[in-house]
């Protein structure tokens, strides 16, 4: 089965439900809120806000891998 027949069959099939396009919405939103939301909380920006120069990170960065056990 070619790549684009496999597309079709599924856009077709979702097209085809009654509420096809409400759940995938419902899907992308959700999915965009959670990664915002990880993004957010788990992925600070500390190295941007703590370091003026790309060298003081890549010492920084290079001091705490060489420090683990």
Do not use: C, H
Request: positive net charge; proline residues 1%.
């Amino acid at each position: 089965m070619k790549l684009a027949a496999l597309y079709r069959f599924y856009r077709d099939g979702f097209n085809a439900m009654r509420l096809g396009r409400t759940l995938w919405t419902v899907v992308a939103v959700k999915l965009l809120i959670l990664f915002g939301v990880i993004k957010v909380l788990f992925f600070s920006d500390t190295l941007q806000s703590r370091f003026d120069s790309d060298e003081a990170r890549q010492e920084f960065v290079s001091r705490q891998l060489m420090n683990t056990p």
